[in-house]
């Protein structure tokens, strides 16, 4: 079974950056496509972007000054990391893995991340 | 950039009952438009993609219909069970995500 899990720190600093990583048992990061969502408070979510099989990276423009997602093949991890956060940047994160065609078939459960001073 | 609009944003509907949701884009999104239940502290799943293909294991009481710009996700029988929050997601132009439908039972 295929299965996704986020980890990281609940507490970033305005202007540092936040660093997550996604854990994934079951299946290999170096098929498909793996990537990260995330939902503000309020509930609204936004698609952040994905890296996949090959390591060629796909981002949201809005973020693509700020976002890099990489990942290690060997511990079968995928990495998000979004420079100069602020407080709007604080929302539930989420890895998730793409099916053919687009959908999320497979997500983490998320964590939840502040950014406070 | 698409814009989805789900409505209604709350629902509250009885067991048994027949539940609609539904999803508006800004412009033709041909099939690509999927539902997603999630439950209270649970992670996301995906119950329907490309419009009316039920995914894997899930319940053929939920059925997705619509094209172009208007789809809908119905629950033919409500059961207790399917009290959660569901959203869409477009994926034929990027990735933009509906606002989300709270449901509960009455």
């Known amino acids: 079974e295929v299965q996704l899990q986020e980890s990281g720190p609940g507490l970033v600093k305005p202007s540092q950056s936040l660093s997550l990583t996604c854990s994934v048992t079951g299946y290999s990061i170096t098929s498909n496509y793996w990537g990260w969502i995330r939902k503000f408070p309020g509930n609204k979510m936004e698609w952040m972007g994905y890296i996949s099989y090959s390591g060629s990276t796909s981002y949201n423009p809005s973020l693509k000054s700020r976002i890099s997602i990489t990942r290690d093949t060997s511990k079968n991890q995928f990495f998000l990391q979004l420079n100069s956060v602020t407080t709007e940047d604080t929302a539930t994160y989420y890895c998730?893995?793409?099916?053919?065609?687009?959908?999320?078939?497979?997500w983490g459960q998320g964590v939840m991340v502040t950014v406070s001073s | 950039d698409i814009q989805m609009t789900q409505s209604p944003s709350f629902l509250s509907a009885s067991v048994g009952d027949r539940v609609t949701i539904n999803c508006k884009a800004s412009?033709?999104?041909?099939?690509?438009l999927d539902w997603y239940q999630q439950k209270l502290g649970e992670a996301p799943k995906l119950l329907i993609y490309?419009?009316?293909s039920l995914h894997t294991g899930i319940p053929s009481r939920f059925s997705g219909s619509g094209s172009g710009t208007d789809f809908t996700l119905t629950i033919s029988s409500l059961q207790p069970e399917d009290v959660a929050t569901y959203f869409c997601l477009q994926h034929n132009s990027g990735w933009t995500f509906g606002g989300g439908t709270k449901l509960e039972l009455k």
């Open positions: 998730a893995r793409y099916r053919y065609g687009g959908s999320l078939d497979y």
């Open positions: 412009q033709n999104i041909n099939k690509y």
């Open positions: 490309n419009t009316n």
